[in-house]
């Protein structure tokens, strides 16, 4: 039966080295290794290596509150105990930690998906951020270098670049467009991206880039600006909320879906060479359109409940992204299945669900705090 939080019991915390060997499975078809595994595309990447037979190893951070809501649902099945997902306390902050990680768990395959990947934080927490997307990767970049040359068996790390190194560079933006970041977040990615070059011509490890463009599901963060939308309309269509708060509506993204992007990721890594590739849709919207067409899908107009708050400006901001995905079409054969449309729509109506469920719990008497962000 499934335990309120029964994903506690899986993590390692405590049991000494060989009793981690000995609760995985004996040698699967492929075992990967993912950091950011609690995050929205951790979880679908669980998912879809799962899906295809992996054994998938989480590293997850110790919070005061759980983290791993959007990891639940892979364990209400009856053999949870054996996998196919165990996970492992950790942090990019903690060098010797992922050394004991790669030692202990031998992975074919490392996604480095942690970040602190919110690019507004960025600007007030620029040193951490460095830390943990620029120097983050590099430790995990140099305990797989030591793990790779030391075992052999070519394991193979996949690095989550971003479109945000891009950042000024006008669109649409490749493989061979100039880097130019606007954000400390930008910056520690663009940093991340070229160790992970480095370490691969140095070596002649098998150690891919994604710049992957921005990806959304309703597994997504609700302090990024469409989650932001789409929970907010949600609520102010059932009357628990009154307005909503943005800061630039003019700004352009080329949105996907996240469960396309991590299959890209996967076909990254299965590819027979390491290389770098572009993961985006080829289509741009502004934040305005993407609200215009949420609001509809909900049915609100957005116009009597949106209001400009300048706490949602960027110091510096990155005004237009749109990828040119055309390398990894050709050569990986990646294309994006889901629709901008579908997009927004499969996010509006999980957010008006969770809405009616709150409610619900209001209606019944229940006390029900919602989880606002102080700002972002
Ligand atoms: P996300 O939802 O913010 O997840 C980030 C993950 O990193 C979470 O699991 C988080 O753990 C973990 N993390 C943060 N700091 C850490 C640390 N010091 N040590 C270990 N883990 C840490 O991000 P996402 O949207 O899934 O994105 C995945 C990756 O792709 C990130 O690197 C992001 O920067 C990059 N990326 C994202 C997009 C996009 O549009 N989504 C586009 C391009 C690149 P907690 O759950 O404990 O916070
Ligand atoms: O902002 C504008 C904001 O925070 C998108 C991360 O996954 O994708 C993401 O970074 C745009 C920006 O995502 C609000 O100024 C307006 O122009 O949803 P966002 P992002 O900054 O594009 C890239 C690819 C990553 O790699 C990152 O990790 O929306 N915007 N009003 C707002 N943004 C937020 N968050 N909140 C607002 O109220």
Sequence with gaps: MRHEHAIERYIDEGLPPHAVQASMNPRPPRRALISGVTGQDGSYLTELLISKGYEVHGIIRRTSTFNTDRLEHIYSDPHEFAGPLFLHYGDLANASRLRYLFEQIQPDEIYNLAAQSHVRVSFDQAEYTADVVATGALRLLEAFRDYALVHGGHPRFYQAGS??????????????????????????????????????EAYGLFISNGILFNHESPRRGETFVTRKITRALGRIKLGLQDKLYLGNLDARRDWGHAADYVRAMWMVLRHDSADDFVIATGCSHSVREFLELAAAYAGVDWRTCVEEDPRYFRPTEVDALEGDSSKARRVLGWQPEISFENVVQSMVEHDLELARQEQTLLRAGHKVVHRRAMYA
């Design 163 to 200: 479109s945000e190194m891009f950042g000024a560079s006008r669109p649409p933006q490749n493989e061979h467009t100039p880097f130019y970041p606007r954000s400390p977040y930008g910056v520690s990615k663009l940093a991340a991206h070229w160790y992970a070059i480095n370490q691969r």
